[in-house]
């Protein structure tokens, strides 16, 4: 079964500038999730997504980050601009759906680097 | 708001020695507890769980947690490690109900030295 696919692996650019991760989720999982892990800290999640419609991202920085999920399956996170604090590791998980009991399984990650 | 702690930053021990990794939550109602590890390179993986049932759950690789329930802990456990245990480890909670967060601690690196 495949896992969870994230592009880009690493990213680095310059503050200001624009940035997108994309991500794929296990087939058939209807709830996706990105999360922000900074170096030293555990994941924090960022946005919760039910088929297309946000649950949960009361914790996105509104203000610069933005994500979708037009249909339902691959998602994109975009930070625009980038700030030097925004340099962490993005996760993408998901599961089956988003209620009690259930497991979330995550992706590589996307490493990003703004300098 | 609800937290996790795990109160040991980095644990360096022995092949064969014996290994225990606390871990503590604020939240009182009812849970759902895992403890997620991330080897050198890879992505973030489940190690074991506890929905209900018996507060003894086994994992992964001879892994296993308990869930104390009165003093809000769900320590890792595993009795021998091996070199390739080396890894970081992360305990996660969440509320036991729709649309909540799974909340992370900020992990505890694992060193076994052979």
Redesign the interface.
Known sequence: EAGVAQSPRYKIIEKRQSVAFWCNPISGHATLYWYQQILGQGPKLLIQFQNNGVVDDSQLPKDRFSAERLKGVDSTLKIQPAKLEDSAVYLCASSLEGGRGVVQYFGAGTRLSVL | AQS?SQHNHHVILSEAASLELGCNYSYGGTV?L?W?VQYPG?????LL?Y??GDPLVKGIKGFEAEFIKSKFSFNLRKPSVQWSDTAEY?C?VKK????????????TTLSVSS
């Open positions: 996790v759902n895992f997620y890879q992505h973030l993986q489940l769980k929905f209900s992360f996660a036991n109900q729709a649309g909540t967060a799974l909340i992370f601690g900020k992990g």
